[in-house]
């Protein structure tokens, strides 16, 4: 679909994930949204697809339209080589989440481990592609908790 970018909004928002920065973006006077930046201005005509879920209209791809939506290969290219880059940012973002929570082994259940991994491995690939945020900061994942007592200082 195309049309012309009206209004662009932020805010954040709780999510099971944590903190997030949710995007409204008003196109031809219709309501899309997405956690994603959208890459675009306001007045901006754009190709965007969208997925209904429920009352809402969440962005999965938006981009500047081109004369007569057609995309340079030089264009083309350069968008595929930032996917695949923010592909590898993530893998490399789980990677470090996988090796930081093994290190602290603070969680024994499996489930409570894997969303800890998606969660931190989140907060990681944030970082890298939007720099420091407030989110990273306020993030519960960094609550300093008290070591638990060992089995000598237990005896003692």
Same mark, same amino acid.
């Given at each position: 679909? &195309?049309?012309?970018?009206?209004?662009?909004?932020?805010?954040?928002?709780?999510?099971?994930?944590?903190?997030?920065?949710?995007?409204?973006?008003?196109? #031809?006077?219709?309501?899309?949204?997405?956690?994603?930046?959208?890459?675009?201005?306001?007045?901006?005509?754009?190709?965007?697809?969208?997925?209904?879920?429920?009352?809402?209209?969440?962005?999965?791809?938006?981009?500047?339209?081109?004369?007569?939506?057609? &995309?340079?290969?030089?264009?083309?290219? &350069?968008?595929? #080589?930032?996917?695949?880059?923010?592909?590898?940012?993530?893998?490399?973002?789980?990677?470090?989440?996988?090796?930081?929570?093994?290190?602290?082994?603070?969680?024994? #259940?499996?489930?409570?481990?894997?969303?800890?991994?998606?969660?931190?491995?989140?907060?990681?690939? #944030?970082?890298?592609?939007?720099?420091?945020?407030?989110?990273?900061?306020?993030?519960?994942?960094?609550?300093?908790?008290?070591?638990?007592?060992?089995?000598?200082?237990?005896?003692?």
């Amino acid at each position: 679909m &195309q049309g012309t970018v009206e209004k662009i909004e932020s805010k954040k928002v709780n999510t099971q994930y944590g903190v997030k920065t949710a995007y409204t973006v008003v196109i #031809d006077g219709k309501f899309y949204s997405t956690f994603k930046n959208p890459g675009v201005s306001e007045g901006d005509h754009v190709e965007f697809d969208y997925r209904q879920n429920g009352k809402y209209k969440n962005l999965n791809e938006i981009h500047p339209a081109t004369a007569f939506g057609y &995309q340079s290969p030089a264009e083309n290219k &350069q968008s595929n #080589d930032e996917k695949k880059q923010e592909y590898i940012i993530r893998q490399s973002s789980i990677t470090r989440a996988i090796e930081t929570l093994s290190a602290t082994k603070a969680e024994t #259940d499996l489930a409570q481990f894997v969303k800890k991994v998606l969660q931190l491995s989140e907060l990681y690939t #944030d970082f890298v592609l939007n720099g420091i945020t407030d989110e990273i900061f306020n993030n519960s994942l960094f609550e300093v908790k008290q070591p638990k007592e060992t089995k000598k200082e237990a005896k003692k």
